[in-house]
């Protein structure tokens, strides 16, 4: 998979902000959609907190590692998927992580049977679809392109 295109359709759809802000759920969160961890320096800061370039980019390349580790656990056959498929999942587990992912039974299902169509219509079928609608509708716009 080209880790550098993931990278890219993160920063466009998680957005890079160099402070400390509340997300969605009201979580302190900073960089490309990083959520501040209790091992974070960063942990316990006030809303409004600067964080540098260099530790955006840092908290980034991790996170985007431990995506790709989650992906490959909830799906085994992960790295043999069509690279589209794979960076749309990705994107999922950025976003979502592996708990929520692992809920969507019938998209994983097929998946795996490598039916793309069925898949992009359980991503629609789904309340993370009615949250980040912009993006979903992204990403199941391109898994029904893989369908083609």
Sequence with gaps: M????LREELKIDEGVK??????????????IGHLVLE??????QPVGTAVSEDRVNECFARDVDVVLEEC????PSF???PEDVQLIIANM??????????????????????????????????RWYQQ??????????RMRNVAI
């Design 79 to 81: 790295e043999v998927l």
């Design 18 to 31: 160099y402070e400390i802000y509340l997300d969605h759920l009201g979580l302190p969160t900073f960089g």
């Design 39 to 44: 091992s974070d320096p960063e942990y316990g």
């Design 72 to 75: 490959k656990k909830l799906l």
């Design 93 to 126: 587990m950025f976003n979502m992580g592996r708990p929520r992912l692992s809920g969507f039974k019938n998209f994983l299902a097929a998946i795996a049977l490598q039916d793309w169509h069925t898949a992009s219509v359980e991503m629609v079928d789904s």
């Design 2 to 5: 080209n880790i550098e295109q």
């Design 132 to 141: 980040v609608t912009n993006r979903a509708e992204r990403l199941v716009k």
